[in-house]
């Protein structure tokens, strides 16, 4: 989904174990409902402070960030993060990435247990505080997959946090809601997107989710 984070020509492939969680991690982003409920503005950051899609401390259960750390432990996961990167400080974070290629080429190419040293360090640091490490495991908190054909489990957490307004107007962003649906995207959603772009609706995001999550079980029940 995000090529330019780890192109086969700048730092490497990651092994594929590794791989496998940048993988979940960008599909349960884009496609989790339950994500909306931790948007870090409730004004979409129509006041400049920040951007309509970014999140804030979604809880992320220990266990998955610790088996995420072990399996990209190694020489051969490398990702950009700057030459004079050290324990603790990348130079570059998650985000930038590209532009860590474009400035550094392999030369700021790190392995990922040199800079993140923890699971902890890896969910809390990686993406900038999007997400937090949960190690109480008596609390609420998610995980990035689960065995398909099974209940997404994320769905019986935090049931009463509410989901911040619907962005008014640019819910769409940067989709390009046509292309989507011509990509297999289920219509109602991308039906439900177009409508709230255009102001024909300004139903909550607890709407939008429970939309998203209707639509994503008809599909699997397909």
Not at 4 to 12: K, R, T, V, Y
Not at 81 to 92: D, L
Request: a negative charge.
């Amino acid at each position: 989904m995000y090529p330019d984070h780890n192109p086969a020509n700048g730092c490497g492939q990651l092994s594929s174990a590794c791989e496998k969680f940048f993988i979940e991690e960008g599909c349960f982003y884009e496609c989790d409902h339950n994500v909306g409920k931790w948007r870090a503005h409730d004004d979409c950051g129509a006041d400049g402070t920040g951007n309509e899609w970014q999140i804030e401390a979604m809880p992320i259960k220990a266990s998955y960030c610790d088996a995420w750390y072990e399996a990209c432990r190694g020489a051969d996961n490398k990702l950009c993060m700057g030459s004079t990167s050290t324990e603790g400080a990348p130079q570059y974070g998650y985000f930038a990435q590209p532009t860590c290629h474009e400035e550094q080429g392999t030369g700021g190419c790190k392995r990922i247990d040199e800079v993140y040293t923890s699971g902890f360090h890896m969910c809390e640091t990686m993406w900038a505080g999007s997400f937090k490490y949960e190690n109480d495991t008596s609390a609420d908190a998610y995980v990035m997959s689960f065995d398909e054909g099974t209940a997404n489990p994320n769905n019986a957490v935090f049931q009463s946090k509410n989901y911040p307004t619907v962005c008014p107007v640019s819910i769409g962003g940067g989709v390009n809601l046509t292309l989507a649906e011509e990509e297999g995207c289920d219509v109602g959603v991308v039906s439900y997107l177009i409508e709230s772009q255009s102001g024909a609706t300004r139903q909550s995001a607890r709407a939008f989710g429970a939309a998203v999550a209707i639509a994503a079980a008809s599909v699997l029940l397909a």
